[in-house]
């Protein structure tokens, strides 16, 4: 997981492959060239004013998480909307 890097901006999610570069201009990546408001290229300031986050996000983050998400119910609204 990416909590293990020892700088956030060596993960793999801020290579071409993924979403593109960080900071700036978007300008590599499947969202190159893509427009946002006001006809401008889209941008990115992942570490605005020179903070960044205290931490990436981590295995015990997303246990958490899990605890809120239940896949099931997600599943069962959909058939019941599907043969109500």
Same mark, same amino acid.
């Given at each position: 997981m990416d909590y293990? =890097?020892? =700088?956030?901006?060596? &993960? +793999? $999610?801020?290579?071409?492959?993924? +979403?593109? !570069?960080? !900071? #700036? &201009? +978007? /300008?590599? #990546?499947?969202? /190159?060239? $893509?427009? #946002? #408001?006001f006809n401008s290229l889209i941008g990115r300031d992942i570490a605005r004013n020179g903070t960044c986050p205290p931490r990436l996000i981590n295995k015990d983050d997303i246990d958490q998480l899990m605890r809120f998400c239940y896949f099931a119910v997600g599943l069962l609204n959909l058939q019941l909307e599907e043969y109500g």
């Open positions: 293990y =890097l020892p =700088l956030p901006s060596d &993960s +793999v $999610m801020w290579s071409s492959c993924f +979403v593109g !570069n960080g !900071n #700036g &201009s +978007v /300008r590599d #990546g499947p969202f /190159r060239f $893509m427009y #946002g #408001g």
